[in-house]
């Protein structure tokens, strides 16, 4: 009688020990899954940041105001003129002039006066990028060229440096409908500027 006692004491205790252990084990497991659902949440949060698009910074460049980068350059916007035949300021007898020959079609030339503060002289075409926005969403590339001889005529801007502390006058020209010059819709020229961006608001 006593040994069947005992022997049902200790079946107890066995069970009561795998209960325990088992439910030990649950709240471990428990426990994992919780970590490892906290490591997946901070994974992906740290993904979503590495996935999300940079947002470049767009400054403002207001006509006749200068702009400086230092220790690169003086940037000033003069003026943003539309015309089917752009000619230098002061034309001499002999001069070089772009006339738009695509029917329907005129210049936008967005005018830039570029004092260098460069040590060595540089390539006058490196200084400054155009681009035209119409409408929010039409883009129109630029082709430049630079002011010589004191404005009488122009030449090429990739054949031509400004050295330092010397000024140059650029003249950034698009091709864009005439519509572009006559239904006061927006436009902007966006300038780029030793890889920041700036946007000049025509109208």
């Given at each position: 009688m006593k040994k069947l006692g005992l022997l049902l004491l200790v079946s107890i205790l066995l069970v009561a020990c795998g209960q325990s252990d088992k439910n030990s084990s649950s709240d471990n497991k428990t426990k994992e899954s919780v970590e490892k659902n906290a490591e997946e949440e901070?994974?992906?949060?740290?993904?979503?940041?590495?996935?999300?698009?940079?947002?470049?910074?767009?400054?403002?460049?207001?006509?006749?105001?200068?702009?400086?980068?230092?220790?690169?350059?003086?940037?000033t916007i003069n003026n943003n003129i539309f015309g089917k035949q752009i000619s230098p300021p002061n034309p001499s007898s002999v001069y070089t002039y772009y006339k738009n020959e695509e029917e329907g079609e005129v210049y936008l030339d967005t005018i830039i006066s570029v004092k260098s503060l460069l040590t060595t002289g540089?390539?006058?075409?490196?200084?400054?990028?155009?681009?035209?926005?119409?409408?929010?969403?039409?883009?129109?590339?630029?082709?430049?060229?630079?002011e010589n001889r004191g404005g009488s005529d122009f030449t090429f801007t990739n054949i031509t440096s400004i050295e330092p502390l010397k000024n140059g006058t650029l003249h950034f020209l698009a091709s864009v409908p005439e519509q572009v010059e006559q239904d006061g819709k927006p436009l902007k020229a966006v300038i780029t500027v030793k890889g920041k961006t700036y946007e000049q608001i025509i109208r």
């Open positions: 901070v994974k992906a949060s740290e993904n979503n940041e590495e996935n999300e698009p940079e947002v470049e910074e767009v400054l403002t460049i207001t006509k006749g105001n200068v702009l400086v980068v230092d220790n690169y350059a003086e940037i540089q390539t006058s075409n490196e200084f400054v990028d155009v681009k035209i926005i119409y409408d929010g969403k039409y883009e129109y590339k630029t082709f430049s060229t630079i």
